[in-house]
């Protein structure tokens, strides 16, 4: 057992950089310093939306074209996912395309506008890519999903590398991974105890390949991140708590999103993370009981 878990966290923990995502949710005007401040600490995957509501795509990008410029990073070393929101998570009075437009219609526009807000240099005429667009959540009838998963489809894979879909439950990706052309790569849902912490959607989700990114780990979890198990990895590992949930978090096969506003934390998480593994390369047996007793506690739903 301690092998098998040594070797689970030391593989998903390795490169730090990919396990958690950027989220640009709710940072308003301070999205494009918070990106560039992301990046620099070492963040290479970020997450946005077509969703001027609670995101600011068009300043996810600037930071993103000035980070190339400057060779902070290059676009290779990017990770980059966007959303189409349906009008009913929309500010009617600000959003990317008309409401009122056939649904073909608002995909075409929301697509576009998240290319060129998006694009890797200021020329609109460049030939720009997004790594992965995700459906922000289904739509109101499956027949409806699937029309719009048929739609996006016929992106890929020039402008669109990879399709997703968010807040979604289990029925719903199963008729979508069995309806498709393009499978489903992404799923992106909240992890917290109201549903159960996705145990079934996650099983097949790693049956099939599709990458699990979780949000609210921290704010949808607040007796989790109280558990026995966090509290001592966190002591053991000399970690904060976040930092210890994360790590734990991450050993389930999960991509975290982490939104941080703070620089110092957005290091501390990285760096904590390579902290734990270490702990945990060191310390087999006792890191195989700590990760046993959270999976224990996700499985049964018991906090």
Known sequence: ????????ISSRLQDVQPAFIYGTAWKKDQTKRLVKEA?????????????????????????????????????????????????????LSNMPYDSSAPLDKQITTSVASSLKNLRPQDSVDVATYIDCLLLHSPLPTIEQTLQAWKLLESYVPNQIRALGISN??????????????IKPSVVQNRFYPQTRYDVSLRAFCAEHG???????????????????????LALAAGVDRPVALYALVMDLGVVVLN?????????????????????????????????????????????
């Open 1 to 8: 057992m301690a092998t098998t878990s040594t070797v689970s």
């Open 39 to 91: 990046l620099v600490a070492g963040f290479r995957r970020v997450d946005t939306a077509a969703q001027p509501r609670h995101y600011q795509e068009h300043l996810v990008g600037e930071a993103l074209r000035e980070a190339y410029s400057e060779g902070i990073v290059t676009r290779e070393d990017i990770y980059l996912q966007t959303k189409y929101t349906t009008p009913a998570g929309q500010d």
């Open 168 to 181: 979604v439950t289990l029925p719903v990706l199963q008729a979508i991974y069995e309806s498709s052309s």
């Open 210 to 232: 599709i990458m699990y990114q979780s949000f609210w780990t921290l704010t949808g979890n607040p007796a989790l991140l109280k558990s026995k198990p966090v509290a001592d």
């Open 259 to 303: 939104g941080t506003t703070s620089s110092g934390h957005m290091h501390e998480d990285l760096s904590g993370i390579l902290k734990v593994q270490e702990w945990a390369m060191l310390k087999p047996q006792e890191w195989a009981a700590v990760s046993a007793g959270f999976r224990s506690l996700i499985d049964n739903s018991q906090i």
